[in-house]
């Protein structure tokens, strides 16, 4: 970085017709006064607005009489303090009166030394390079009496101001973003105070080139990575130029890098109204932006007439064009050739005028000059009203006057306003409220892609000419988060109708691909969250869970008139009969070689037919005519009948059981199930979760399940056309026309076949 100094010289051609009484007898006559300055030779405008004050200033009879002012200008790059001491020697030698610095720190340093050795008053206002905040210039510290160098532009005061900020918006986690020519000393004292309060604080460089910053983050950076960084700078504080601030914004929005929640705060002391209304039209979410700023006169008449001096009108007036581009610098600038004049205006007045003679400061034995002390006393003493407000000094040559304006957008404003004010006095001067994003909104107008899905997303209303209505769970949540934020949305569904899958080519078509492209800001539809899509666009959190479902035609009843026997196997029922005719058998035998006793006259009964009879009336419990008093006939029917009593019992249970409950027996009762068996064809919605889930795993070659294996060749049967639809409505249509099975959310499936 090259800083330029320009040293001013002023020279005063006294009036030769002075009486001999005013004028003291020691002190030579008044000789002609003259300034020099050093610029930075990137500060051409502070050259620009340096000669004008003087012309303006030699204009003026009230202030200066007769007499002109006389300068000299050098340019220095701001990174060579030996320049910098070569040509204000220069200077010296010509004669000045006093010096006018607007260089960097380090130029700074070498210039108050030479001031101080050579007694030249050193007014140097400090210039930060390329536009980026000021930091706290480390000059050496000296006594009051041998300090020439004043400070014309007032302490840093940044840090005080930006942490009293984030204290009132109660932030405790944020980043920094500094630009590369900041010089990152100037936050440590900063760091230091929110480290002591437990704040959470880290720093980050931002390269010259951002974009290409940015690309390298996203090719280096894991998905859960960006994920965190993502959300790190949803509470972010620029320490940057307007120029960068502005590229950075733009780079990271376009990225998708920051929120609608995000909550920035922008601090530097040059940042213009254009720069205000630019930095908030990039912006999303909430902006706050720190500056400084000067008073004006209530009474627009004297806002260029400042006692008895009236400023260049395209230098005062905040309407013309010059004015609204005047760096911060440019104002101290003017001021201080005001303040010089003032200053030898009173020493002309007093008579009391030390000459000025060639100084000579290589040399070992140079001396200084013997007015600097009584000149350096009048600047101090000196105060005068400029574009700046009131300069003047304090005892240790500080300009104590400064002011700082704090304005903010909140989210959805794209208007910034003043929100607070600060000063090293009274502090901050009214209320700062972090607001969380909640109705605010207002005039946001978001492009919404779905993806027409029963009962989530469906049609309402189609009339020629006039746009589609929607409606639908989905738009249902979306309308109740319209009316709490405040936006406005429009609904389009996705060219392709797909969810949305990843090409070979590394694009994504469907729902995800509108989004990826930016061609629309949300999607809206029974959406799955997957770890692919996760890396390219962010969910919100789900409000359904789901398991996979199946769907299958129902098989058609039949009657069967032989029901009454299903509790039995056949088998069984046929050792039943066999053990019905055996124990027929057995009665009947024991009765006849055991016959019993009949009254005198009476037949026997015992025959195989009754026997038989009598054993299946006791098996299905209802008596026998033949009574048998035989002592083994009688304990053979008791365990007949023990027998007869738990095969009924058994039989009834499992008849009240078959009959209550009747379900029809499907094979298919898991994914295991389904991929075992040819005979039923199955498929899915193309490019959905499912079809992509199934369609990773059989993949995959260091996991490969051959369930989903041999569940991917039934489903990609001939490129995937003949088994998979498009979408569930399709597939529900061939169900219930073919016999095939489709796999789909179990959600999707319930509400379409309730």
Not at 246 to 251: D, G, L, S, V, Y
Request: one cysteine or more.
């Amino acid at each position: 970085m090259i800083i330029t100094y320009q040293y001013f010289f002023f020279s005063f051609n006294p009036t030769p017709l002075l009486r001999a009484s005013h004028i003291p007898i020691s002190l030579d006559p008044a000789p002609p006064l003259s300034a020099g300055a050093i610029f930075d030779e990137s500060a051409r405008k502070d050259d620009e607005v340096f000669r004008m004050a003087v012309a303006d200033l030699n204009l003026n009879n009230e202030i200066l009489e007769t007499e002109k002012i006389t300068i000299s200008v050098e340019f220095v790059d701001g990174n060579n303090p030996f320049q910098a001491v070569q040509e204000a020697c220069e200077l010296m030698n010509r004669g000045i009166l006093a010096l006018v610095s607007s260089i960097g720190c380090m130029s700074a340093g070498s210039l108050q030394s030479l001031a101080d050795a050579m007694h030249i008053p050193h007014l140097f206002i400090q210039r930060a390079p390329a536009g980026t905040p000021r930091s706290s210039c480390t000059l050496a510290s000296r006594s009051r009496q041998d300090d020439y160098t004043l400070f014309v532009r007032p302490p840093v005061y940044l840090n005080d101001v930006i942490l009293q900020v984030v204290g009132e918006y109660s932030w405790q986690k944020f980043i920094i973003f500094y630009d590369q020519d900041y010089d990152i000393r100037g936050i440590q004292d900063f760091l230091d105070k929110t480290s002591q309060q437990g704040m959470d604080v880290s720093l980050q460089k931002v390269e010259s080139n951002i974009n290409m910053m940015i690309t390298s983050m996203f090719r280096t950076m894991r998905v859960e990575e960006l994920h965190r960084y993502r959300d790190t700078l949803r509470r972010a504080v620029l320490f940057m130029s307007p120029a960068t601030a502005k590229a950075f914004i733009t780079e990271v929005v376009e990225t998708n890098l920051v929120a609608f929640d995000c909550h920035w705060i922008i601090i530097n002391e040059e940042i213009s109204d254009q720069d205000v209304q630019d930095l908030v039209i990039k912006s999303i979410g909430r902006l706050t932006l720190i500056r400084q700023t000067f008073p004006l006169p209530q009474n627009t008449s004297q806002r260029c007439v400042k006692h008895n001096h009236r400023i260049n009108t395209s230098l005062c007036d905040p309407k013309d064009p010059k004015a609204q581009t005047l760096e911060i610098t440019n104002r101290y600038i003017y001021d201080t050739v005001l303040l010089l004049a003032n200053t030898f205006h009173r020493k002309l007045e007093d008579r009391k005028w030390h000459s000025m003679a060639s100084l000579t400061c290589i040399r070992k034995n140079s001396k200084p000059w013997q007015g600097g002390r009584p000149m350096l006393d009048n600047v101090k003493k000196s105060g005068v009203s400029g574009l700046t407000g009131f300069l003047e000094f304090t005892d240790n040559g500080t300009n104590p006057n400064i002011y700082f304006e704090i304005l903010g957008t909140n989210y959805g404003e794209d208007r910034g306003r003043g929100l607070a004010t600060w000063d090293p006095v009274h502090g901050l001067n009214g209320t700062l409220t972090d607001r969380k994003l909640e109705n605010n909104m207002r005039g946001v107008v978001l492009r919404v892609v779905t993806i027409l899905e029963e009962p989530f997303v469906m049609v309402s209303e189609n009339v020629l000419g006039k746009p589609k209505k929607y409606q639908g769970y989905s738009i249902d949540v979306l309308d109740a988060l319209s009316n709490y934020l405040g936006f406005k949305y429009e609904i389009y569904i996705a060219p392709d109708h797909k969810y949305g899958s990843q090409q070979a080519d590394g694009f994504w078509n469907g729902l995800i691909g509108e989004l990826v492209a930016k061609r629309a800001d949300v999607g809206l539809s029974a959406l799955t969250i997957t770890p692919e899509r996760e890396s390219v666009v962010d969910f919100t959190t789900r409000y359904m869970d789901y398991s996979v479902g199946v769907l299958l035609r129902k098989a058609e009843r039949t009657v069967d008139m032989f029901a009454c026997l299903a509790p039995f196997d056949l088998s069984l029922w046929a050792c039943i009969a066999g053990t019905v005719l055996l124990v027929g058998i057995l009665v009947y035998l024991l009765n006849w070689l055991n016959p019993p006793r009949l009254p005198m006259g009476s037949v026997s009964s015992t025959t195989l037919y009754n026997s038989m009879w009598f054993v299946y009336g006791s098996f299905v419990q209802q008596g026998g005519e033949v009574p048998y008093t035989t002592l083994a006939t009688r304990m053979m029917m008791g365990v007949w009948w023990l027998f007869a009593l738990i095969v009924i019992s058994s039989y009834t249970a499992n008849l009240a059981a078959f009959l209550t409950i009747t379900r029809i027996e499907n094979s298919i009762q898991s994914l295991q199930d389904l991929s075992k068996q040819t005979e039923l064809p199955y498929g899915t919605v193309l490019d959905s979760a499912v079809y992509e889930q199934v369609r990773s795993k059989a993949m995959n070659p260091f996991e490969r399940d051959p369930m989903y294996s041999q569940m991917w060749r039934m489903i990609n049967r001939t490129g995937g056309p003949d088994n998979n639809v498009e979408e569930s409505k399709e597939g529900i249509r061939k169900v219930q026309c073919q016999h095939r099975v489709p796999e789909c959310r179990g959600s999707t499936l319930d509400i379409h076949v309730s």
